[in-house]
């Protein structure tokens, strides 16, 4: 068999494959096309070696690389999705809804979690994009009340890390209405007077950058990562012409005006850590921002790398740009 | 007039009734009660008609280019009126109408979105999709509304907010979020009427209100028919499975709960008798204003806030 055969997939297969199946141990960046072996990809949270493109990441490997030692503990979302509308286009919607559960292993789209950043408590409620596209439904939403709520209740900052294409068209105008739901939600906790730090990833569009996701305190962005509220299909077809180099991309929006910073990956959790430090008058433990360079490795499986040896993957600063 | 596919044989019965007339203005002839049992005929088939509208028949009446609009309400509705301008930032956007004016005697604040009537006036209004501007001036004419203790009204009428590239370089996305949690903050009573079409956040950047009511034959959902059938159906001719799927009527949407009162129209539609839509308009949003003037002002906040936070917790239907 042609070796080729064995990793040029077409990239829906990707995409319903769950992601621990080591039948794919070749990745082909989207973006410069090169091949990174998959535990390369791992050891850099997927980010490319060669280009620096910063690829989506699964919610677990997302939330393992943030908190303390790797570990965090998430709370139960209730109630469980609804089909409220009975709504079923060339497929129905709870059938979507399943399939979606058992590809992921999620209920829905977002994960809540708490744990420790540094020594300092945190409420991360973080989006799978793996799951319907990351999309905003009454589940969603509920999941960003509840993260807010917790925040409230722990007195920590909340943070919300969005995947997202927007509303999801099958919870119809209940999807709408939790763009209203989540922005009271995070402004509970701005009137406790707790940070809320939204951190966008690729990609966050729709109805959820129209809400809960443009109302950070501090708004992080991922390098390359698509953020804007109308899709570029639908722009190109209003305005008939070509889009601006970079548009709708993080440094894009960084240059005018939308964003507070454009954080590569293996530093975040040490910007997040800062940020929080600083908003909540803390000093965060002496170890942790010793470790914060040089550790980024050891929180990636959440053990120390025993091979000192081996050389760093390399990882631009500013890995993606398109100018 | 302007008449939808669906509503050729009342255009033919029209037209008719329209010869018959010329007829008897030209030859004295007496045929009034020809006339008299047509129009009787029209004005059955017309209600039987609007009575079970489908859900993409009313999509195409809430975007008859006859409806009445932000504008037209504001005339009828609003003496006193003192329009406002500008988001102080950037510059003026005509697709979000707003001032100050007189809501039957009441110092009110009103914000609409207005499609515009003509080529000049539709260009003026940017078809009535707003752009980060339009929200901006709507968050500073919410705060000014709380600032002074103005009750705000609201008409939402647009097809989505306006996708261009300085719309978004402008923070399209954050000027929505702003707006609609500026709806969500003041301590005044707060009442949203979709008159047309609800498009999308484009919509609810204006519509979280105390009170949201929706006029007969309008729609409100989270994305156009065409839309959705697009990216659902990945073919924008299932426009009417989609205006189906959505639930978009006012009718379903009360029965999910979500809107507060339905506005009856005259038969055959706002557009047909805009003078009678005008009044029903009035008469609801007047009944429910005088009973959240009564409530106190961070009471209306806290309500109107709980409101939003609960829907779809239990997952609603």
Known sequence: ?323 | MHFLDFEKPIAELEGKIAELRHLSDTDGMNIAEEVARLQTKVERDLTSTYARLSPWQKTLVARHPDRPHTVDYIKALITDFMPLAGDRGFGEDAAVVGGVGRFKGRSVVVIGLEKGRDTETRLKHNFGMARPEGYRKAKRLMELGDRFSLPILTFVDTAGAYPGVGAEERGQSEAIARSIEACLDVRVPLIATVIGEGGSGGAIALAVGNVVLMLEHSIYSVISPEGCASILWRDGNQAKSAAEALKLTAQDLERLGIIDGIVPEPVGGAHRAPEATFTAVRDAIDSHLTQLVKIDPSQLRARRRDKFLQMGRGGLG
Request: aromatic fraction near 6%; charged fraction near 25%; hydrophobic fraction near 40%.
């Open chain 1, 1 to 323: 068999m042609n070796w080729l055969t064995n990793f040029v997939k077409p990239k829906i297969q990707r995409l319903v494959r769950p992601k621990e199946v080591p039948d794919n141990l070749w990745h082909q960046c989207p973006k410069c096309s090169e091949m990174v072996f998959h535990r390369e990809l791992e050891k850099t949270l997927r980010v490319c070696v060669h280009c620096g493109h910063h690829m989506r990441m699964p919610v677990k490997a997302r939330l393992k690389m943030l908190f303390d030692e790797g570990k965090w503990a998430e709370i139960e979302l209730q109630p469980e999705p609804t089909d409220p509308l009975r709504f079923k286009d060339r497929k129905r919607y709870s059938e979507r809804l399943k399939e979606a559960q058992t590809e992921t292993g999620l209920k829905d789209a977002v994960v809540v979690a708490h744990g420790t950043m540094g020594g300092l408590g945190v409420v991360v409620a973080a989006f799978e994009f793996d799951f319907m596209g990351g999309s905003m439904g009454a589940a969603v939403g509920e999941a960003i009340v509840a993260a807010a709520e917790l925040a409230c209740l722990q007195e920590a900052p909340l943070i919300v890390i969005p995947s997202s294409g927007g509303a999801r068209m099958q919870e119809g105008i209940i999807s709408l209405m939790q763009m209203a739901r989540t922005t009271v939600a995070v402004d509970k906790v701005r009137e406790k007077r707790l940070p809320y730090i939204v951190v966008l990833t690729d990609p966050t569009t729709g109805g959820v950058t129209a809400s809960f996701a443009m109302l950070g305190d501090i708004a992080v962005a991922e390098p390359g990562a698509l953020i804007g509220f109308a899709g570029a299909r639908v722009i190109e077809q209003t305005i008939r012409e070509k889009l601006p180099e970079g548009f709708q991309r993080s440094e894009y929006l960084m240059d005018h005006g939308m964003v507070d910073m454009v954080v590569p990956r293996h530093e975040l959790r040490a910007k997040l850590i800062q940020l929080v430090g600083l908003l909540m008058h803390k000093n965060p433990a002496a170890d942790v921002v010793a470790l914060a360079p040089s550790a980024r490795r050891r929180k990636v499986d959440g053990k120390p790398e025993t091979d000192t040896s081996r050389p760093e993957p390399a990882i631009p600063d500013m890995a993606f740009d398109e100018r």
